[in-house]
C-alpha cells in the first residue's frame, strides 16, 4: 500500500471517528429533551437507555459474521449514513413508537459502526507500524465537545430537537460519506492474512486469551459512565456545587480526555503499552480516590481531571491489543472487544446509582476505583507482540508515514 493511500485512509478514518463523536453526543447530552418530546415516563426511560447499548452490542455482533464476506470499510460506510439519519429521526418524530424505532435502529447501527471502525484503525495502526489509535479517539474526543456544544446551544435557545440535529447531519453526513472513498486498511503483521476465512478466523480468537481484555474494557466503560451519568449530580449534591458549576467536570473530562489522547501515541511509541495502560489506571484510580475524598467543589474536579487524563488511554489500547494478539483474526477480535464496551456502559450508571442510594455516593465512587485499578493486573496483555511501535521498538518496515 502506498504512503499516500495510508495517508489518505488515515484522515478519512479520522473524519468517521470525529463525525460519530459529534453524533452520539448530540444524542446522549439531549436524552431530557427527548424524553419530553416522546412524553417517555422516568420509569420507561431506563427501559429505552438500555435498549440501545444492547442493541448495539447486537450489531457488533452482527458485524463480526459479516466482515468474514465484506471488508469492515463497506460496513462503516453504511453504517455512519444511518447512524446519523437515526439521528435526526428520533429528533423528528412524536410517537412512543417512533422513538422506539429510531432509537433501536441507532443502537444496532451504532454498534456496527463502532466495531468497524476501530478494525479499520487497528488495521492502519498495523500498516503504519507504530501507534496511531489513540489519534482516532482522540478525534472522536473532539466530537464529543463539539456535538454537546451544539446540544447546549439548541438548549440554550430552546430549539427543537429537529432543528438542533439537522445542521449536524446536513454537513457532516455527505463528508463522511464523501470521505469513506479513502478507507484504507492495512494487511495482518508477518504477512499473515487479515482474517482467516469464515469460521476458521473466529475459532482462532481464544476467549480465554482475549477475557483479560474483554475485563479492561468493561473496566474502563464503568469508569468511563460514571463521570458522564454521576459527575454532575456529585458536584452538586455531596460536594455542594451550584448548578452552573455541576456542568463543568463533565467538561473537563472530555478536554482531559482528548488531550490525553492526543498526546498519548507518543508515549506508546517511547514507553510501550503496558507503561501508558498501567499509569493511566493509576492515574484514573487515584482520580476517583480525589473524587471520593473531596471537601469541595474544586477538589472534585481536580479529580474528575485525573479521571479524564488517565481513562483515556485505556479503551484506544484495549483495541489495539486485542489487534496485536491475534494478528490473523483482528477484525474478530475488535467486535468481540466492542461488545463489552456496552457491558461496561449497562453495568457502571445503575452500579453507581443503586450504591449511592443504598450506601453513599462518596463510597460508590470506590467500586469504578477498585475496577480500574484492577487493570493492573491484565497490564501484561497488552504486551502482545509486537507490542510497542516506534522509539526503537518498532517492527521493521520500509515506509513510515503519516
Partial sequence: MTDARLRHGRASLTLSFFVQGVTFALLVTRIPAIQDRYGISDALLPVFLAAVPILAGVGSVVTEKVVVRVRPGIVLRWAQPVVMLALLGAGAGSALWEA???????????????????????????????SIMLGFHAA???????????????????????????????????????????????????GMPVEGPGKGAAASVSFKLLMPLCLVMSFAYIGDSTVSNWSAKYLQDVLGGSEQMSTVPYNLYMVTTLLG????????RR???????????????AGFVVVAAAG?????????????????????QTFAAGGRMF????????????????????????????????????????????????????????GASPARYGGGHERPRTADVG
Fill in 100 to 130: 422506539a424505532l429510531t432509537l433501536g435502529v441507532f443502537g444496532l447501527s451504532v454498534g456496527a459502526l463502532d466495531a468497524s471502525m476501530n478494525m479499520m484503525g487497528v488495521s492502519l495502526q498495523r500498516a503504519h507500524g507504530r
Fill in 140 to 190: 472522536y474526543s473532539l466530537g464529543g465537545i463539539a456535538g454537546a456544544s451544539m446540544a447546549w446551544a439548541g438548549a440554550h435557545w430552546d430549539l427543537s430537537l429537529l432543528v438542533s440535529y439537522l445542521p449536524a447531519v446536513v454537513v457532516l453526513l455527505p463528508a463522511a460519506f464523501v470521505g469513506s472513498r479513502w478507507y484504507a486498511e492495512g494487511g495482518a503483521a508477518d
Fill in 261 to 268: 489522547r492526543t498526546v498519548g501515541d507518543l508515549g506508546v
Fill in 271 to 285: 514507553f510501550g503499552a503496558v507503561a501508558v495502560v498501567r499509569f493511566g489506571s493509576v492515574l484514573a484510580a
Fill in 296 to 316: 469541595g467543589a474544586w477538589v472534585g474536579m481536580l479529580g474528575f481531571t485525573m479521571l479524564g487524563l488517565g481513562l483515556c488511554v485505556i479503551v484506544p
Fill in 327 to 382: 494478528p490473523g483474526a483482528s477484525d474478530t477480535a475488535v467486535a468481540r472487544l466492542n461488545v463489552f464496551n456496552y457491558v461496561g456502559f449497562l453495568v457502571g450508571s445503575p452500579l453507581v446509582g443503586a450504591l449511592g442510594d443504598a450506601w453513599s455516593y462518596r463510597g460508590a465512587m470506590l467500586v469504578p476505583m477498585v475496577l480500574v485499578l484492577a487493570t493492573l493486573v491484565y497490564a501484561k496483555s497488552f
